[in-house]
Structures are given as structure tokens and as C-alpha cells.
């Protein structure tokens, strides 16, 4: 059975010698003591075992800066940074919950309205019928009073 040290071990599996004593203090991973300069061995099979299950949590992702001038692939351009997608997201919740704010509070003047024309249109009614009801010696006043009204 291959032994690791931490710095041997670190290399393979793409986690830091710091994590992988985090882990060993943890109880998730089990080493045997080393010998002089080297603080411990990791076995190959229990090594496998950790990364199989907990190589997720430790492992470090690298990421290029965005500042760098380092060559950015075609596939690359097709990725939005996840900074400003969280700002994008947020942005958008923050204007549905305005809109939605918006819509509630425009709802009661839209019944109230509608309840307003509604008397008007009863009102209307009304001032017709009264001006049917004059006499026909008062036809200029009529007429005139039905041209008015015909304008609202």
C-alpha cells in the first residue's frame, strides 16, 4: 500500500496541505505518524476514500482574476461572472417587488374609479331623463342642455 506525505498528497488531489490537516483534525481523514521533517503519511486508499467523499468541500477552486491579461477563451465569453449576475438577480427582485408594491396599491383606485364612473353614468341618466321632462316651450333650453351633455 502507497503512503503520502501532506505535501505529495496536497498535489494529487488539488487540496491544500492546510485542509488536509483540517480534515485529519476533524476525524475525516486518518494519517500515520511521520518521521523527521515529515509530519505525517496518508495511506493511498484512505486518501481515495476522503476525496471520493469530501473532496468537494475541501478542494480549492481557482478562478482568473477578472483584472488579469490573461488570454480569455471563446467559452469563457459566453459566462457571466457570478458577482455581477448576483447584482442582476438582485436587481431584478428589487423591481418585481416595486411593481408588485406598485399594483397593490394602484388596485383600490381602480375600483374606486370604476365605481365613480358608475355614479356618473347614473347621474347622466338622471339629467336626461329631466331634460325629456321639460315642456316643449322650453325646446332651446333643452337643446341647448343636450348638447352639453352629449360633450361629458
Known sequence: MRKYTLYQ??????????????????????????????????LENVLNEFVEKHGDEFRRLTFPSVHSN???????????????????VSEKDRVINLLEFQNEQLKPMADQNK???????????????????????KADVR??????ITQL
Open 9 to 42: 498528497a496536497s498535489r494529487l488531489t488539488k487540496i491544500s496541505r492546510y485542509k488536509l490537516v483540517q480534515a485529519i483534525e476533524e476525524g475525516l481523514l486518518t494519517s500515520i505518524e511521520g518521521k523527521g521533517n515529515i509530519k505525517c503519511f496518508i
Open 70 to 88: 490573461a488570454i480569455i477563451s471563446e467559452d469563457f465569453e459566453n459566462y457571466v461572472l457570478r458577482e455581477i449576475h448576483n447584482q442582476v
Open 115 to 137: 365605481v365613480e364612473k358608475e355614479r356618473f353614468e347614473e347621474l347622466r341618466n338622471i339629467v336626461i331623463s329631466a331634460i325629456s321632462a321639460l315642456p316643449d316651450s
Open 143 to 148: 337643446k341647448s342642455l343636450q348638447e352639453k
